[in-house]
């Protein structure tokens, strides 16, 4: 089975900026899409960024495109989410996710394997 762990949430200001980042582990898949996606309290979980491993093909939810950035190291096996430009709004618990699959994913119901979590508070 494939393990995530994310890491680097924590406060910020609004303006501010963070990188999370998912280490991956596990067995090799052939095909893997990674997606970001987020959950504030008391509201659903939604998606905010996902990419293809081999190609890096990439997409972004609207609220958080310009500002945001997905991408991988296959060096570290780990994949990043560079948020510049943080807002109050952006406050949620930051989840990490994995599937084998050929394309992008935006759906939670995908998305097969997923990390803990991570909480990124923006202050106003």
């Known amino acids: 089975q494939v393990q995530l762990v994310e890491s680097g949430g924590g406060l910020v200001q609004a303006g501010g900026s963070l990188r999370l980042s998912c280490a991956a582990s596990g067995r090799t898949l052939p095909n893997y899409g990674m997606g970001w996606f987020r959950q504030a309290p008391g509201k659903d979980r939604i998606f905010v960024a996902a990419m293809t491993w081999s190609s890096t093909n990439t997409y972004y939810a609207d609220s958080v495109k310009g500002r945001f950035s997905i991408s991988r190291d296959n060096a570290k096996n780990t994949v990043y989410l560079q948020m510049n430009n943080l807002k109050p709004e952006d406050t949620a618990v930051y989840y990490c996710?994995?599937?084998?699959?050929?394309?992008?994913?935006?759906?939670?119901?995908?998305?097969?394997?997923w990390g803990q979590g991570t909480q990124v508070t923006v202050s106003s």
């Open positions: 996710a994995a599937v084998q699959t050929l394309g992008i994913r935006v759906r939670p119901n995908e998305y097969a394997y």
